[in-house]
């Protein structure tokens, strides 16, 4: 992986370097790369060890549990050098040995990679012939020369189809025949995308997934994802709708794959207000027991609602293919749709597939739902044509209020998804398509693992103070170096407003500029989007996830649409990559 730092628009305030007009003058401090620390796991040979045969070893050449000792190799108490040396209980395997051990070590490297230690220690042996398989048939070698030596090198290798592969690495003596081997499993970090029907996982009011009764404050719930409801035991992350109801206090609901980085989490997925019911799309890593764990962080018990529309796994299924924010439904003005509210209880179909950048082929799409204009409470629920509408929701709403969640809905046989106000009067709908997945695309959902804070406007940053997003501005953030050939085909943000100080909407969108324009003061002013990622009113604190690719600079933008300042965080879950 490049030497890449997170850079953030506010390092000109620090290096005395004007902005462009219109360009937020106050931020926190810049992160580390944003795609380090993802969470990758380490993978690791079997207790080090290290099986030998052939040559003058024959089949006693098996090395034990522990392998070899290095140069002293004490075996059973007693220490034996090179060719002398004692294999425990098989005592010596003759003149010829060579103590050969090979010790690897691999960590995951992006969505496809594999970075590879492999660690050769061979004593007194003529020349080592060395071949790496990595276990989709394909093979690197190299050669270690005689005399012995502790040779340790890393190697990468890209897969081309997500999976679980056994690596092999063995070590030929060519002068006796003897080889020694050793090998790992290893899983890609990437997962691919497959649709599923929206489905209730959870709900604390009727009991489904957890008890029938309200989580404590400060309490968990956990929540068996892989292995339920069709999604399978081997999903490694979930895009879950998560609502919280039945609020008699304020506070926030954090989601995360383990308990105690739930409950020990700075960051959150959804917060709320006494008396609120609020939803936000959740895409997070599953725990390796197949769960995941909501946590209430508020000060009263809340009830908790779970709708799963999709998995991830590290198998070939959908790829991400990320799209510029664009509007296919607003019913106000009878785009992609009749012009006129729909009724409660009234349900309208949008033809995504083959329209505004969406192939074909898509089998799911991203979108961000807007209700607005309300004339009572209800919520708006969104799922595949030719379906019939489950008992789901993704947009909760009280009357006259505009709120927006993200969604992501399976695309029905016919290319459409369908709408549905499940309220009893009448509301205006607004439809975002934000990007999309399909078989054909490889960009593949690498979870960081535990969400990572880029963005927090409130604090104090790196060699600047801390300030709210100023009302009618963008503020341009790299998430990757000065490039002209970005990583990460899109990010998975969780954005959230606070201390606002009127009504507004936020907007992420790439940026069309380099951070060197930035830098130079060349920068132009990008247009300014229609779409929302959020929506929110004086005083509230709203959350909402963006989808979205960077600019061809790695950057992208989050604009203050309202008329006064607030303060803005932005949460790093995920991101998608083809590497």
Known sequence: MRNRRLVMAAALVAAGVGLVPGIAQAAPGAGPDATQGTGGATYSSPAERTVVTGGAQGAKGKQGAQGTQGAQGKQGGQEKQGAQRKQGAQGKQGAQDASTSIHLTAHTDGARSIELRSHVIDFGAPALDVVVSWGDGTTDTYSLPAGGASDARDLKHRYTVLGTYDVKVTAKNAADGTEAVNELKFTTKGAEFTAHEPTRLLDTRAGVGAAKAKVGPRSSVALKVAGAAKVPAGATAVALNVTVTNTTGAGHVSVQSTKDRAE???????????????????????????????????????????????????????????????????????????????????????????????????????????????????????????????????????????????????????????????????????????????????????????????????????????????????????????????????WVLNTTVTDTRGNGFLSVTPDPNFWSDYVNGTAVTPQRPVSSVLNWTKGATVANVAQTPGGKGGMIDLWNQGWEDTHLLVDLLAYYKTD
Do not use: C
């Open 264 to 490: 020990g989490a700075e960051t959150s997925n959804v917060n709320f207000a006494a008396g609120q019911t609020v939803p936000n799309l959740v895409i997070e890593a599953i725990g390796e027991d197949g769960y995941v764990h909501l946590f209430n962080g508020g000060w009263e018990p809340v009830d908790l609602i779970a709708d799963v529309t999709g998995y991830f796994a590290p198998a070939h299924a959908n790829g991400w293919g990320a799209l510029n924010p664009t509007r296919v439904v607003d019913t106000r003005e009878g785009l992609g749709t009749a012009q006129g509210q729909v009724p409660g209880q009234g349900t309208f179909g949008v033809e995504i597939a083959g329209r505004a950048g969406v192939p074909k082929g898509a089998t799911a799409v991203a979108v961000n739902l807007t209700a607005t204009n309300p004339r009572s409470a209800g919520h708006l629920t969104a799922y595949p044509s030719g379906k019939a509408a489950p008992a789901t929701s993704n947009v909760n709403f009280t009357a006259g209020q505009t709120v927006a969640n993200s969604a992501v809905v399976p695309i029905g046989p016919d290319g459409k998804i369908n709408v549905r106000n499940g309220g009893w009067d009448p509301a205006d709908v607004v439809v975002d398509v934000v990007g999309y997945y399909t078989p054909e695309s490889r960009s593949a959902l690498v979870a960081h693992g535990i969400p990572y804070r880029l963005l927090d406007t409130r604090k104090d940053g790196w060699g600047w103070k801390a300030g709210p997003l100023k009302a009618r501005t963008h503020f341009p953030m790299q998430l990757e170096a000065d490039t002209t050939t970005p990583d990460v085909d899109g």
